[in-house]
């Protein structure tokens, strides 16, 4: 089993040029041609499949200024599509689950959208990016998406640590600007993607043990470093999940099994790469 909370499905046609390029020079084959031929309901699943993927979270992504724009909708379209094809008879299925992006400088009332997005089109949970959106995650304009999310009992994803991408703003990823969120809503489930790399780990740490609802989400992180970076991992096993950032890290299987080489329980490891997740997304597993 393996569930993989972050997976990006934006097209060529949803990103900046300078995003683009950071990509195609980083991976010198042409990454952009896979991920062409990917993202389609019908090339999507098989390719979750054969990366031995149960579950995805595909990630709509609303920065314009910054990165991109790959609208919620299209996201939503794409997993629907995708999840009405049947499972495989055996072995991973490859399954999608939508989560929205809100961005406070293109949307007004962010609760109100949450819950549309949530009702009308099935988004299972959002992600919020301070350091393309530019603002701090415990902005008090974020306070009644934060409530409404907490009603609604969809987790929150949340960029923390740096980004290589032009306009980026680092300050804003910094994970203590959690902390006022994780106790002004305790019931709030949040997810800290990259668990504040590359600087801020021990705060990262310190929130996913302070707080019950706060995690590490270890996506973007080479899986042979994971000790090395968080040595007492072991006693975080309960609050630590598991994703990869396709395309940006496009190796995918290779990062699970340097996480799987780790010295770490059997039981953590699948906590990490599967158990931890599938209780906060709510999904059935196989058998
Ligand atoms: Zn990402």
């Not at 683009?20 to 031929?37: P, S, T």
């Not at 949530?118 to 393309?132: A, L, Q």
């Not at 991408?165 to 709030?188: C, S």
């Amino acid at each position: 089993m393996l569930i993989d909370v972050h997976v990006h499905v934006s097209r060529p046609e949803h990103e900046h040029p300078w995003v683009l390029e950071f990509i195609r020079d980083e991976y010198k084959g042409d990454i952009w041609a896979l991920v062409q031929e990917v993202l389609t309901p019908a090339g999507l699943r098989p390719f979750l499949q054969q990366n031995g993927i149960d579950w995805a979270v595909a990630l709509a992504e609303v920065n314009p200024v910054t990165t991109g724009n790959t609208p919620n909708e299209y996201v939503a379209d794409l997993c629907a599509q995708a999840n009405a094809l049947p499972d495989p008879p055996a072995g991973p299925r490859g399954r999608l689950l939508p989560f929205a992006s809100l961005n406070p400088f293109v949307v007004n009332d962010l609760a109100d959208e949450l819950e549309r997005l949530v009702k009308e089109f099935g988004f299972r949970g959002f992600k919020v990016y301070p350091v393309y959106q530019h603002h701090y995650v415990n902005d008090s304009r974020m306070y009644p998406l934060y409530a409404r999310a907490q009603e609604l009992g969809v987790p929150m994803l949340v960029h923390t640590g740096s980004s290589v991408f032009k306009g980026a703003r680092i300050k804003y990823g910094d994970p203590l600007h959690l902390d006022d969120v994780a106790i002004d809503f305790p019931r709030l489930t949040i997810l800290m993607a990259h668990s504040g790399r590359p600087f801020w780990y021990a705060q990262a740490f310190w929130m996913a043990r302070r707080h019950e609802n706060v995690y590490m989400e270890i996506s973007g992180l080479p899986g042979k470093k994971l000790l090395e970076y968080f040595p007492d991992l072991e006693r975080l096993a309960d609050k630590v999940v598991y994703g990869s950032d396709w395309p940006g890290n496009p190796y995918l299987r290779r990062n699970v099994e340097a996480i799987g080489a780790l010295p770490l329980k059997a039981e953590t490891r699948e906590k990490i790469l599967w158990k931890n997740a599938a209780k906060i997304l709510g999904v059935e597993v196989r058998g």
